[in-house]
């Protein structure tokens, strides 16, 4: 019987291949979309930790409509430039520093088009200096307000150089502005993330990127020695008031992660859908399979109680 079982399954080797072949794509579906999205959450993690790194406390504007990742980029209001001050004079504030930080800056490279983005955002900022994080790579930071400088994975995707006369879009019609500086990030990394970056002098990248002057997105706080972001953080929003949020680096970074995290169950579902419609049909074919397999084993077993008698007269 054993033998005739193992010779049954031998003369159909295609039918039990495609049978065990169905469960392991339908197995591998699963299990690579569970893989993928968590692989991509803690490259979120990592990407905003080391992005928020250099800031112990941050402020910013409360927006006046809540959305999710899913729903649109959230836009909070800009911060006047007043408010640093007030920032400031917080017990245990060593620095406040105004920044300016927005998407849609777009460098229009050597070959005259636009410097295209397949996910990660096109940054505008003001300059601010060097510190443990960025490097300059070659020049300075931009002095004028027709100078800019940019990461060097927008240096080296739109081929240009210190000196070279580049074109940038933003909410203004293009401009011309001559590259004065190249940065890169700490462990020889040309971005974070892939994020497209061009830095402006202060008054240029308050009038091109957020439409007025006198105004920053955030207000980036680092505490004097002796004290914890956390105390400092709470004396601030005392000092502020409900209109805004302050929040710690690590906060700021969480949050920031669990927005696109969100997106990402999304996509999960996504993949979970394609998963179970893969399991559905390979359980309709091993059914089906097994089903034929199970007549043509009653058949063959019948024969072989009819062969078996007639042999033994």
Known sequence: MLRATLKSLLGRKLRLVLSGLAVVLGVM???????????????????FADGFSQTDVAVDAKPKVALSEMDGEQIA??????????????????????IVNADGARVIGSDGKVLTSYGPPRLGS????????????????????????????????????VGDHVGVLTLEPKKTFTLVGVWGYSGNR?????????AFTTPAAQRLMLGRSGAFSQIAVKVKDGQT???????????????????TGEQLAADSSADLKQALGFFNKILLGFAGVALFVGIFLILNTFSIIVAQRTRELALMRAWVPAAGR
């Open 77 to 98: 209001a800009p911060l006047p430039a007043g408010l640093i001050n007030d920032v400031k004079a917080v017990d245990g504030v060593a620095t406040a520093t105004g």
């Open 190 to 198: 040309d971005s974070i993330g892939g994020v497209q970056e061009v």
């Open 229 to 247: 972001p956390e105390s400092v953080r709470d004396r601030i929003a005392t000092a502020l008031g409900p209109d805004y949020q302050v929040r």
């Open 29 to 47: 579906f699963v299990a690579g979309a569970f893989v993928v999205t968590d692989t991509l959450g803690r490259s979120f993690d990592a990407l």
């Open 126 to 161: 003001n300059w601010v200096g060097e510190d443990d994080l960025l490097k300059l790579r070659e020049g300075r930071g931009p002095a004028k307000d027709d100078e800019i400088a940019v990461n060097a994975a927008v240096a080296k995707a739109a081929g240009l150089h």
